[in-house]
């Protein structure tokens, strides 16, 4: 587990920009699990953060000053420079976000990365049938409760599991079928009428639980582990893993950023649900840069509802 | 482990065929790794052995009487009564099996359920590409020796491993370019440079060193883990399957018996190159139905190269 101690707050200069260049002044960093496996000095699908330098990642913010014909003075932008207040950038990379759509702290989660995420995996990795049962785990947070909605959308009976009594009550709010604490009920002990797509956000036993608990040609949409990510050892892999034999099972992972061409498709149908109310989404907001690092450990120890973000200047007036 | 203790052999009368039912002297009964499976009293795609009744399986026999239209006296048929010299059968799941095209055993192994195995797991499932490195467990089995020629017939690079030298230098023999004795060399130091598909017969440490294998986008084809089946506590999985996500893996388990349709495709693909001989394959044939359990138990403890086979009566002459 990180300690506040692994992090340090460094002021610095920040130049004007140069030509072609723009400053952003951020309003939201984004927290995210898989910045936990950054931390690890493995080679992976994203480089690990380098010591001393600042974490990158998602961020939106306005830009205060342009020399970027793209980008003028005012626009609001997304882009992956990370945990900082002020943001130097020739504008690679960049998406522009009309806060006219929602608020700009969206940008970072129901109609950002995770949003993408919950989107692409479902349906395009998992792809659900109508009438078919879906378990997401991880329910309550930026990408589980989007999977969850988008499911019962599509006409799925839902089944979602989180760390807390407030969690499990709002995905009954969001209209999961069932909903079920797993600190109160372990999850073989819910999933005893079967499941056809499992969207894992968490590995381990709640995996196992899973395996078992899936229909003949189940799907496991292989999202994230967080139960593993602090692990010290090598953690033993489900037991019953041959059930993908018996069972005709199929397996499958899969990171956002290969299907960032679907975002037009993903915005254009989560977009309108979003601003009907079809799809809701929580936040939870931790104030001033200085406290990122404890945001980042509350996300690894489930103090989060739906998306962990740090407001670290002005937002949209 | 089975014993040879936990068989018995029985002798039966066998009443003359009744209105539609035909009479069977086998020629050769079938001993496959599934079986070990339906050993254990528990719930999965085929029902478990029952205790004392005939093992039911594979066999080929000639029709000695017939009083059923589809199939005359003298024919050759491929049915599923297992183990006997006799079977009285009303046609029910009986496949003709012709044999000018090749001698009759093959009905059991590559031009039977084995090879179908193959040719579905390998195809419909792992979807090789040309040019795409495809390593295979089990290599020089009824299945695996077959996955590994149709991947060479079809531009593949081929890595094969198996259990003992004589096994490893039939493997080079049928044209893989790659092939080791797990005995010998640890398969993820045989397989430091990388798989496009793993076929899975083995399971256990080699599914681990698989995983650790496959590049970007790697698939595993689930067929099997004969090293697990006698397993007497539940094994943990691989410790490092989170590389689903972080690679886009996909694993998938597949039955051959969903998919006895593709049968036709595959004796009009498979059934000229074994004609041919651009697909070879080996049988280890033990003598006499009284030896077939040695057979399974030697299945199990890799004493075959091939299709492990028990003759049991005549064969076509």
Same mark, same amino acid.
């Given at each position: 587990m990180p300690q506040s101690t692994d992090f340090a707050l460094v002021e610095a200069e920040v130049p004007d920009p140069a030509e072609g260049q723009m400053l952003i002044r951020n309003a939201f960093v984004s927290v995210d699990p898989y910045m936990r496996g950054r931390m690890n000095d493995v080679r992976s699908y994203v480089p690990p953060f380098a010591l001393g330098e600042p974490l990158t990642g998602g961020a939106v913010g306005r830009v205060v000053a342009s020399r970027n014909g793209r980008f003028d003075e005012g626009s609001w932008v997304v882009h #992956?420079?990370?945990?900082?207040?002020l943001a130097l950038s020739a504008g690679d990379g960049l998406l522009a976000f009309d806060p006219a759509v929602a608020p700009v702290s969206t940008a970072l989660g129901v109609l950002g990365m995770p949003g993408l995420t919950a989107y692409v995996g479902l349906l395009?990795?998992?792809?659900p049938e109508e009438g078919e049962t879906v378990y997401v785990s991880g329910a309550a947070g930026a990408v589980g409760s989007v999977v969850g909605q988008i499911a019962k959308l599509r006409g799925c009976r839902v089944i979602g599991s989180a760390g807390s009594p407030e969690k499990v009550a709002w995905l009954r709010e969001l209209g999961f079928d069932e909903a079920f604490d797993y600190h109160e009920v372990p999850a073989h002990e819910a999933l005893t009428e079967g499941v056809d797509l499992y969207f894992d956000n968490v590995g381990g036993p709640t995996l196992e639980a899973a395996l078992s608990a899936l229909r003949m040609r189940g799907r496991v949409v292989a999202c994230g582990a967080i139960s593993q990510y602090n692990a010290t050892a090598p953690t033993p892999g489900p037991? #019953?893993?041959f059930l993908v034999v018996t069972k005709r099972l199929r397996i499958e992972g899969f990171i956002v950023s290969d299907h960032f061409d679907r975002m037009p498709a993903f915005l254009a149908e989560v977009g309108p649900w979003v601003q009907d109310g079809s799809v809701r989404y929580r936040e939870t907001v931790v104030d001033g840069i200085e406290n990122a690092p404890a945001a980042l450990i509350g996300l690894l120890t489930g103090e989060n509802v739906g998306k962990m973000l740090v407001k670290v200047g002005p937002g949209h007036e």
């Amino acid at each position: 587990m990180p300690q506040s101690t692994d992090f340090a707050l460094v002021e610095a200069e920040v130049p004007d920009p140069a030509e072609g260049q723009m400053l952003i002044r951020n309003a939201f960093v984004s927290v995210d699990p898989y910045m936990r496996g950054r931390m690890n000095d493995v080679r992976s699908y994203v480089p690990p953060f380098a010591l001393g330098e600042p974490l990158t990642g998602g961020a939106v913010g306005r830009v205060v000053a342009s020399r970027n014909g793209r980008f003028d003075e005012g626009s609001w932008v997304v882009h #992956n420079l990370g945990w900082r207040e002020l943001a130097l950038s020739a504008g690679d990379g960049l998406l522009a976000f009309d806060p006219a759509v929602a608020p700009v702290s969206t940008a970072l989660g129901v109609l950002g990365m995770p949003g993408l995420t919950a989107y692409v995996g479902l349906l395009d990795v998992g792809r659900p049938e109508e009438g078919e049962t879906v378990y997401v785990s991880g329910a309550a947070g930026a990408v589980g409760s989007v999977v969850g909605q988008i499911a019962k959308l599509r006409g799925c009976r839902v089944i979602g599991s989180a760390g807390s009594p407030e969690k499990v009550a709002w995905l009954r709010e969001l209209g999961f079928d069932e909903a079920f604490d797993y600190h109160e009920v372990p999850a073989h002990e819910a999933l005893t009428e079967g499941v056809d797509l499992y969207f894992d956000n968490v590995g381990g036993p709640t995996l196992e639980a899973a395996l078992s608990a899936l229909r003949m040609r189940g799907r496991v949409v292989a999202c994230g582990a967080i139960s593993q990510y602090n692990a010290t050892a090598p953690t033993p892999g489900p037991p #019953n893993l041959f059930l993908v034999v018996t069972k005709r099972l199929r397996i499958e992972g899969f990171i956002v950023s290969d299907h960032f061409d679907r975002m037009p498709a993903f915005l254009a149908e989560v977009g309108p649900w979003v601003q009907d109310g079809s799809v809701r989404y929580r936040e939870t907001v931790v104030d001033g840069i200085e406290n990122a690092p404890a945001a980042l450990i509350g996300l690894l120890t489930g103090e989060n509802v739906g998306k962990m973000l740090v407001k670290v200047g002005p937002g949209h007036e």
